[in-house]
C-alpha cells in the first residue's frame, strides 16, 4: 500500500505503530476496514479542499478519470456519494464534512511520523516563515514577534504578505503560507485559535465639530450622516459597516492602505473606521479624538489559522506556540 506526496510515494505497513497510535482508520465504519486503499483518503482530502475534481487530480497528479474512478471507490465502500454537483465545482455531503476533519488530522499525523526525523532547533534554524498579515496586522504584530525571535530564533526569515481570502486556504494547505493571523470571517475549514478581540472605532481630528458634540451627548448613529468618510481598501470590514449604515455615499476617498490615515485626518474634517487598538497608537494622541457610537458589527476577533495538514510538524508545532505565547488575550 502506497500514500502519495507531492508526486512522491512511500510505503507503510497498516500494522506500523504509527498507524496504531493515530488510529487513522477508525474512522471509516465499514466492514472491511483492512482493505482499504490510504490513497483514497488523500484523494478525499484533495477533492474536499479543492472543491473541484479537476484540480484534485492535478494537485495529486493524476488523470481526471484515474480521479472519477477512485472516488467511485470511495463512495462505494463507505455507501455515501461524498460530493454533489455545485457551481464551479462540487460540494461535500454532510457524511463528507464529518469526515474531513479526521482525515486531516489523521494525515497530518501520518505525514509527521514520516517525516519524524526532520529535527527543528529555533537557535540554528534559518527556515522561512511566512504569514498573511493586513497592513494593520503587520503594524500590531510583528513587532513583537521579531523581537521575539531576535532572542530565540536569531536566524529565521519572516515573509508577511496580504492574501486574497479566497488564496489563503490553498496556501495554507499546499505550504506556500504557515500562518494567516487576522479577521477573517470568510475564510473557512482551516485550524484556528482566537488571539484577541478588538472594536472599531470612530477616529477624527481633535477639535472636529462631531467630536466636540459627542463630548456633550453620547454619539449617535443618524449624527454618522453628517460625516465625510476615508474608507481603506485593504480593511474591507468598515466599507461593509458603512453599506450597512447606508452611508457609502459619505465616502470621500478611498486609500489603499492604512498608513497615510494619521496625516489625513489630522489635516481634514475626514472621518475613518478603525480598530481601537491601531487607533490607540497614533501619535500625538492628543491630535486625535476617538468616538463610538455604537456601530454595527462593531467587535471583531483576530485568529490565528493554519493547516491541520501541516501542525504537526516541529517548525508549525514551535511558531503556534510562539505566537499564542504573544499575543493571546488571556
Known sequence: MTIMRRGMRRSFSLACPLI???????????AHVD???LNLLRLFDAIYRARNISRAASQLGLSQPATSQAL???RLALRDPLFQRAPGGVRPTERADRLARSVQGGLALLEAG????????????????RLHLTDIGEARFLPRLMEALRERAPHMQVHARTWQHADIVP???DGRLHFAIAFLPTVQETANLALLTDRYVLLLRAGHPFARKSAKSPASIDRLADLDFVAVRSHGETMRILQTLHLENRVRLVASNF???PAIVRSTDLAVLMPREIAMTFQPTEGFSLTEPGLPLRDFTVSLHW???HEHLPMSRWVRALLVELFRAE
Do not use: V
Not at 496504531?20 to 465499514?30: A, G, K, T
Not at 517525516?115 to 529555533?122: L, S
Open 35 to 37: 482493505h482499504l486503499d
Open 171 to 173: 496556501a495554507l494547505d
Open 72 to 74: 467511485t471507490r470511495l
Open 114 to 129: 514520516l517525516g519524524e526525523d526532520e529535527r527543528f532547533d529555533p537557535r540554528t534554524s534559518s527556515a522561512e516563515l
Open 20 to 30: 496504531n497510535n493515530m488510529n487513522l482508520l477508525s474512522i471509516i465504519h465499514m
Open 307 to 309: 493547516s491541520r495538514r
Open 259 to 261: 498608513l497615510a490615515l
